[in-house]
């Protein structure tokens, strides 16, 4: 330093050249000062990054036995209780709207919110039913559930990340997915698929208003830094399409687009943040499962067969849903026939195969439906077939009253199944009760023994 000093000063003065340096010196430092002030400007302004709340976040895998086309775990399960939350079109009032708990142990049903003397009437400080936020969908990670939630100013509508602890003690902002600006009419925030897969989540998020075409986009959020970039070149917009089907297996997680009459399943390399889409048989109808990274099993329209794709070679084959249908000839003689029947869906929990199948048996004057599950080991063998139709189409209530599952909705119930390794959970929906949704539970060894034995856990409010 003192030898540039030397080069530079000559009696105290500075010479032509030392001025020229100095000048070229501050010119850069300007620059590189204005550039930097720039690009964080344009994060800000891109919604790309978010100074928010920052924790050290252990990655944890999705668990694939929740698999549905729902947009949101309708129940999230712990080993203390478990959580769901409660809509405004579910509840039909605020009484009841906000999310909730129920403890396993005894059954009661709370808000989740542990504030002294909280009213759970909408207020700021609830960490339940606060009215700043419109709830669309929620995602229990380690140790809060998250929720994508939209808040209206008097400007803007914002989509944001939220989070609350599972003792109802905190309600945190995260992040913010996207910002709109008001330019007229009543728009709400949807959420179209919600994930999160090793810090990594996956949000199908948009907006809709009367009359005019929703606008869509899907997000990708790094929760450990708050970064946030589109799949879609306009972020949100009435030509994006929406995604459904989420889905995740190591560092990969899964979508499905609907592009024109062609459905299509993408894979996110969480990595690198590349796209690329699987090649499947023609008529995939967007049902399919992750065995492992180079297992994807999935379903045409037909519903008559369950197909294998493996990304490493491009692979497919097809593999035949067979029974044996049993009839009588005119003699009693004993008829059995090998025949094709049409699954509902394809599910795993890492270890079987699950294929739910509706089974129609005709009476007098209508037909009852028999939810039926065929289970498959990893090589695609049939190992059980289980009738629970017995055990699904009355249900138990909380207060002793026998209802019967609403025969419409019972097509569907195959997708509200979660098969959390050895415990299975049953949603069901059922018309004219107090509670819409069911939720019983069975042992994963008695479903293969063939013999579940459906416990009544709770109703939703």
């Known amino acids: 330093m003192a030898k540039g000093r030397k080069k530079w000063l000559v009696s105290g003065s500075l010479t032509k ?34 100074v928010g709340i920052r924790r050290e976040l252990e990655p944890l895998d999705y668990n694939r036995g929740q698999a549905s086309t729902a947009d949101s775990q309708m ?8 959580y769901y939350y409660n809509p405004r079109e579910f509840s039909g009032s605020n009484e009841t709207m906000g999310l909730r708990y129920v403890d396993a142990e005894t059954g009661t049903d709370i808000f989740l919110c542990n504030k002294p003397e909280c009213r759970h009437d909408g207020n700021q400080f ?15 990670y380690g140790d809060r559930i998250y929720a994508v939630a939209t808040e209206e100013t008097d400007t803007q509508y914002l989509q944001k990340l939220l989070s609350v602890t599972l003792d109802g003690s905190e309600l945190n902002e995260e992040l913010t997915i996207y910002t709109l600006e008001k330019t007229g009419g009543k728009w709400f925030g949807n959420c179209y ?61 899964y979508y499905c687009k609907k592009e024109g009459k062609k459905n299509v399943l993408y894979r996110y390399h969480i990595t690198d943040g590349t796209v690329d889409s699987c090649e499947l048989l023609p008529g995939f109808n967007q049902k399919y499962a992750v065995l492992d990274e180079d297992t994807i099993v999935y379903m045409k329209s037909s519903k ?37 029947y049409e699954g509902d869906g394809i599910k795993t929990d890492g270890t079987y195969l699950y294929v739910p ?9 209508g037909r009852d ?24 189409e009355v249900f138990h209530t909380d207060t ?30 059922i018309m004219g009760t107090n509670l819409n949704y069911y939720v019983h539970h069975c042992k994963r060894s008695d479903l293969l023994a063939g013999n579940p034995q459906l416990e009544f856990l709770f109703g939703m409010k």
């Open 304 to 340: 008559r067969a369950i197909c294998v794709y493996r990304p490493s070679t491009g692979e497919n084959t097809e593999h035949r849903l067979l029974e044996t249908e049993l009839s009588y000839g005119e003699d009693g003689e004993k008829i059995e026939k090998t025949v094709e």
């Open 369 to 392: 439906f028999h939810f039926v599950i065929h289970v498959f080991d990893r090589n695609l063998k049939e190992i059980a077939v289980v009738d629970v139709g017995p055990s699904l």
């Open 357 to 365: 199948q509706q089974r129609a048996t005709f009476r007098e004057f």
């Open 193 to 253: 698929g919600f994930l999160i897969h090793r810090n990594t989540a996956i949000i199908g998020f948009g907006f809709s208003a009367a009359e005019v075409e929703p606008k869509r986009g899907t997000a990708i959020v790094d929760l450990n830094t708050g970064d946030v970039v589109y799949l879609d070149e306009e972020p949100l917009s009435e030509e994006n399409i929406g995604v459904n089907n989420l889905n995740a297996y190591g560092d990969t997680i």
């Open 400 to 429: 002793g009253e026998e209802v019967v599952a609403d025969a419409a909705y019972w097509r569907e119930i195959g997708e509200y199944v979660m098969y959390l390794g050895e415990d299975i959970y049953f949603l069901s929906y």
């Open 126 to 140: 609830c960490s339940a039913t606060n009215k700043k936020y419109e709830i669309s969908a929620t995602f229990l």
């Open 17 to 50: 050249k030392g001025m020229r340096r100095i000048v070229i010196g501050f010119l850069i430092l300007s620059v590189m000062v204005f550039a930097g002030c720039s690009k964080e400007k344009a994060g800000e302004e891109d919604g790309k990054k978010n």
């Open 75 to 82: 129940v999230m399960v712990t080993e203390k209780g478990y």
